[in-house]
């Protein structure tokens, strides 16, 4: 009876081994899913990131773009204006120029016209002195975030913002 006892205990450790080897084999089997469950997930993550990445840099890339071409257009003009005014301006000189021209011409004939000298001297003083200026908008310099806009980088962990940071 002694050795049935002794053989049914090795049957117990035996059962109880088998019984904890099979619950191990079955917690590595899980824990195994669950990490590769956690590797998807931070593969999806990883990869998402990437992806909106790449987005934003399109999107930041585009609006640079967009203002460059709304500067060229606007320079393009402001240049136009200004070669308008030049020979608007130098015609001015010009003709008025002429005109001093021909009457000390005529004055050095001996002509006695001395009237249109007056008109000339009019005319002179009409013309003036004339300055232009290009008065920069500082707003671009001054604040081109406003002008091209921010970065702001949020970190969520389970509905609540970890931190953020804006770039820019």
């Known amino acids: 009876m002694h050795s049935t006892h002794k053989g049914s205990d090795i049957s117990k450790v035996d059962d109880g081994f088998r019984k904890q080897m099979a619950s191990d ?4 089997t899980a824990g195994a899913e669950k990490c590769r469950q956690m ?3 931070v593969e999806k993550e990883k990869n998402d990131f990437s992806e ?3 987005k934003i840099g399109s999107e930041i890339s585009e609006k640079a773009e967009q203002l460059k071409r709304m500067i060229d257009v606007h320079k393009e003009k402001l240049m136009n204006e200004l070669s ?3 020979q608007k301006r130098i015609k001015e000189i010009e003709s008025l120029r002429e005109e001093i021209e021909r009457q000390l011409l005529s004055m050095e004939r001996g002509a006695d ?3 249109t000298f007056d008109v ?3 005319t002179l003083a009409d ?3 004339a300055d232009v200026t290009f008065t920069s908008s500082n707003f671009v310099v001054d604040d081109v975030n406003k002008t091209l806009g921010q970065l702001r980088l949020n970190a969520v962990k389970e509905g609540e913002i970890i931190y953020f940071q804006t770039l820019l």
């Open 25 to 28: 084999v079955d917690n590595v």
């Open 39 to 41: 590797l998807d997930r």
């Open 52 to 54: 909106q990445m790449t």
């Open 84 to 86: 308008s005014m030049k």
């Open 113 to 115: 016209e001395l009237l």
């Open 120 to 122: 000339i001297e009019r």
């Open 127 to 129: 013309l003036g002195h």
